[in-house]
């Protein structure tokens, strides 16, 4: 995995850098004679570099994403399953005495398939195999099943399929934008720190405008606290001893959910917006940036996505 090498979180660290832009352009005249690669060009390289960073999508968008598509795959699950026992039906009353042929179709495996799309999709593939071509063909249309209802059962599996291969896209591009994210970030973060070093050079007798590259976060008397309720996303359920930490603060003790899904974590390190990382043993590792109230109480839910 790849390391932050700060401790901010994301929208706190942009927020700040944007700050030092725009006090860096306005100072120039002041860093320019001591450092003179710090000109007009290296604030704008500062600026677009920021630029790039604010483009990637935020997290909790493609978690979003990637809910909308688990949720479409749901609904494909119950069509397929519906499907399937339509054919079922038919099956019986064309076969009544043939047990081979009215039980080729595959149905005794259709128990297992009802969440699960690989195997519903395998299970429909199955079933158009069998349906679409005679004697099975045209006993089945002879007891009013018809060639819509064959040519669906492909036409539901290709969609699953298709869902299926979108989800596993989406959930790439989540871990390789993650990635990206840290790596632009630690780049801007290291400009940061040498701009930061210089300010203490040009303003070591004047503590307010030194204190606009400080890049120390500032602590509350209380603790803030985060009260996360995980849950998974399909069905809704809490998750029991799933484990939370926060990405800004790697020596906080990690806790542990309860059954009712809750953990709770109090610092007072943490900054106005920190990272949620939960880790719960069959399903998708999250990370959600979220905004605290700091020194307060923080409730937070954290929906998590099933790796089947």
Known sequence: DITRKYTMPNSS?????????????????DFTPRFAWIDTAYVDAFQAKLDVM????????????????????????????????????YAKSAFAKDDVRRNVQGKDSWKNVQH??????????????????????????????????IDELETIANAINALINTLDTAKKQRQITTQQRIVGNNEFYEIMQTVSNCAKAVWMQDAARLKQYNL????????????????????????????????????LAPKTTTKKGIGKVSSHKMGATVNIKVVCVGFEVTIIEVKVKKGKENKVEVQMINTN
């Open 54 to 89: 604010l483009a990637i999508p935020l997290d909790m968008g493609m978690v979003d994403d990637i809910k909308v598509i688990t949720g479409d795959i749901k609904t494909k699950l119950q069509t397929g399953n519906f499907a399937l026992r339509q054919l079922n039906r």
């Open 116 to 149: 699960d799309a690989p195997l519903m999709f395998r299970a429909l593939q199955q079933a158009f195999d069998y349906a679409k071509e005679d004697p099975i063909k045209a006993a089945l249309i002879a007891k009013g099943y018809t060639q819509a209802d």
């Open 216 to 251: 120390m976060p500032v602590r509350t008397k209380l603790p803030t606290i985060i009260l996360a309720t995980v849950t998974n996303a399909t069905t809704g359920k809490p998750l029991k001893d799933a484990i939370i930490t926060i990405e800004e603060l790697p020596k």
């Open 13 to 29: 660290l942009h927020t700040l850098g944007q700050t030092m832009i725009d006090n860096l352009r306005l100072q120039l005249p």
